[in-house]
């Protein structure tokens, strides 16, 4: 598994707990996408695997790591959803407590590692509490997860709860260049387009990601030239809508940006003239059209089998309207 270097301080803090003997028995890390989450939870788990660490660090050679490096330490659980399905019942839980009561195969410690504890549902995450209230001895959770609000508080209150800070902007985007070898202007915006997450701003680097959206924007330029945004359909009408959307509404906000004179913190830095041409709408419409955008892309993000191609026409169409001088606009921006 990769390692990325901005995660040596949270796991230099949290092993010095561990070895301290202060470590939580269920740590929740939380993190935005592309921190590299999943990495440091291994890492984590790879030391408290080890027979014989060396500080901080797992040695590497004893039978825990040779196990752990072969993916079969029978003490060592990854509790992801089954195949096809996007949620964590409550039979894949019982599973796991079941053998964490059972005696450890090496004698050692037993570790869980819930890659995202926002999948359990909610019969599963109460079969979860029960274990985390009176946690079997040297057994130890290691949890993840995006958006924490969606956890049950009693779940919540049961763990350590770490955040995972993003690191420096400036050495973030050193080091984006370095891994990435674009210029660094186009390091820069997308670093700030992933709120900061250098490894998600490596994959909107990658050439289908950024062919996409240089698509996207050249699209958007000529609706905006011609006031059709109807047809930028075929352009947001894919699998990645959520990310276009998130793209455009990112532009909105730069435009707002501008006419408030805060330009030196877009997040387009590469799309100027684009943010500019946005710029020179109203804001009241370029905030219609923004909180429109945000309400779409939960929507296509949240609803299963929702119609995709008929909403997006239908927002399309509303917002061409919205650019037409005296336009009516929702009344929330009134």
């Known amino acids: 598994m990769k390692w990325y270097p901005w995660l040596r301080p949270a796991f230099e803090k949290l092993s010095g ?91 050692g410690a037993k570790v869980v590692w819930i890659k995202d504890v926002t999948q359990l549902t909610e019969s599963a995450a109460n079969a979860l509490l029960k ?10 959770f290691l949890m993840a997860c995006h958006e924490p609000d969606k956890l049950l508080p009693t779940l919540r209150s049961r763990c350590f709860y770490f955040p995972l800070g ?35 701003a490596v994959s909107l680097l990658q050439p289908d990601s950024a062919a996409l959206r240089s698509k996207f924007c050249e699209q958007l330029a000529r609706a905006l030239t011609h006031q059709e945004f109807y047809s930028l359909l075929p352009v947001i009408n894919q699998e990645r809508a959520g990310e276009i959307l998130w793209w455009f509404s990112t532009l909105l906000i730069d435009a707002l940006k501008l006419q408030q004179q805060a330009g030196q913190s877009i997040m387009n830095v590469d799309k100027v003239p684009l943010a500019e041409q946005l710029a020179g709408y109203p804001g009241m419409v370029l905030q219609a059209i923004c909180t429109a955008v945000f309400q779409l892309r939960g929507q296509l993000l ?29 009344p929330i921006h009134l």
């Open 131 to 140: 274990t985390l209230e009176e946690p079997p001895e040297n057994t130890w």
């Open 166 to 200: 993003i690191p420096d902007e400036s050495w973030a985007q050193a080091w984006l260049q370095r891994e990435s070898g674009a210029d660094s202007v186009q390091c820069l915006a997308a670093l700030r387009l992933s709120c900061g997450a250098p490894a998600a």
């Open 302 to 330: 949240s609803v299963p089998g929702i119609n995709r191609e008929l909403l997006l026409a239908e927002q399309l169409l509303a917002w061409e309207h919205y650019l037409q001088p005296g336009a009516s606009l929702p």
């Open 17 to 107: 707990q561990y070895q301290a003997g202060h470590g939580h028995p269920a740590l929740l890390i939380h993190a935005i996408p592309g921190m590299g989450e999943d990495a440091l939870c291994y890492a984590l788990a790879r030391l408290k695997m080890c027979q014989s660490p060396q500080g901080n660090k797992s040695c590497g050679h004893c039978r825990g790591c040779q196990l752990m490096q072969a993916g079969t330490h029978p003490d060592y659980t990854v509790v992801v959803p089954e195949k096809g399905k996007q949620n964590l019942g409550i039979d894949a839980i019982r599973v796991v407590t079941e053998k964490l009561y059972t005696r450890s195969s090496l004698g």
